[in-house]
């Protein structure tokens, strides 16, 4: 129990654990509250012309798909359409008609467009008669809600292993490392008193952040904490590991970036590309991944889906205790010879 205080003080202590605990907290209220962001400009035509090259009707009728702007010589216009941050395509008078001009790094969209503009253009008149139906702007980041809220889940599951890491690298360098050694102490009390400080602040974290992201019924919500109660308790054995393995400080640092990135990116990566069948099974080797499964399975409504993972994360939780109890037994013995 004392041991259990000195890691809470230290982590009261440390800024940097309490930020790196409330932060996906504070992600979560602003994905939640301030709402999404409107991206929908970044697809709006921009057009570049030359002054008194063509006619105020044509430039009226331009303005109409977008914003026109007009430069006083050719080469203030090429620059304009061959800049590479920008999607410029250039209009010039052809006869009674128009042609374009692109740079030809623009998006497939733009240059489909720009392909497409001298047809419309001969065609305005017709296209006057047409009726318009004005279509309901879609929210271009409203597929990818879905998983900006399980990867933030992902993100604080994965703090107490970054404590822990940190933590044990902390003693080593301390020298509180070869007092723990011959203290007369097991390995699973050991692991408990490493684990508990990182895992209760994981778990507690999480649970704040699903509050704010999700309305879960109660029975979803006993699913939803056994998910992330199991998640944590895994990250932060993982992060024993990691610490025990790392010889200073920036190695540490090193595993946790790989560690880390494994954990986002291999459960993101499925979602957006959709695995399934035997290389979904082997993703399941990654703890993260049936995390993130079982978080997108409640917010879709698929209970048994989000159960099975449940009970993947168990066996991961008694795989990864019987390994790391395993190896430090062996360490111990051979410690003593």
């Known amino acids: 129990m004392k041991g259990l205080k000195y890691q809470l003080k230290s982590v009261l202590r440390d800024k940097f654990c309490l930020m790196t605990f409330l932060l996906p907290i504070l992600v979560a209220v602003a994905l939640n509250f301030m709402g999404s962001i409107d991206l929908s400009s970044l697809g709006e035509l921009h057009f570049s012309v030359l002054e008194n090259d063509l006619s105020p009707q044509t430039i009226t009728w331009l303005e109409r798909y977008g914003p026109v702007t007009a430069y006083g010589t050719q080469e203030e216009l090429a620059a304009a359409i061959n800049e590479p941050s920008t999607n410029v395509i250039g209009v010039k008078a052809d006869g009674d008609s128009i042609k374009t001009a692109i740079s030809g790094d623009e998006l497939d969209i733009f240059r489909q467009a720009a392909a497409a503009l001298p047809a419309l253009y001969e065609k305005r008149g017709d296209a006057e008669q047409a009726e318009v139906h004005v279509l309901e702007r879609p929210d271009i980041l409203e597929n990818f809600q879905g998983i900006f809220i399980p990867a933030v889940l992902i993100v604080a599951m994965f703090m107490g292993c970054t404590f822990n890491a940190m933590n044990i690298i902390s003693e080593k360098e301390d020298g509180v490392a070869f007092i723990n050694e011959i203290l007369p102490m097991t390995p699973s009390q050991y692991i408990l008193q490493k684990v508990v400080v990182g895992f209760l602040f994981g778990s507690l974290s999480s649970i704040v952040t699903a509050c704010i992201c999700f309305r879960l019924s109660w029975q979803n919500f006993g699913i939803m904490l056994a998910l992330i109660i199991l998640s944590s308790f895994v990250a932060a054995l993982i992060g024993l590991f990691i610490g025990k393995l790392s010889e200073g400080l920036m190695i540490g640092v ?84």
């Open 254 to 337: 090193v595993y946790i970036k790989i560690v880390m990135l494994v954990f986002i990116a291999v459960p993101i990566v499925c979602a957006l590309i959709g695995v399934s069948g035997p290389l979904a099974i082997i993703c399941n080797i990654v703890p993260s991944h049936p995390a993130f499964d079982g978080i997108m399975a409640l917010s879709a409504g698929s209970l048994g889906t989000a159960v099975k993972d449940v009970g993947i994360l168990a066996i991961h939780c008694v795989a990864w205790s019987a390994l790391y109890v395993l190896i430090s037994s062996q360490h111990k013995k051979q410690a003593t010879q």
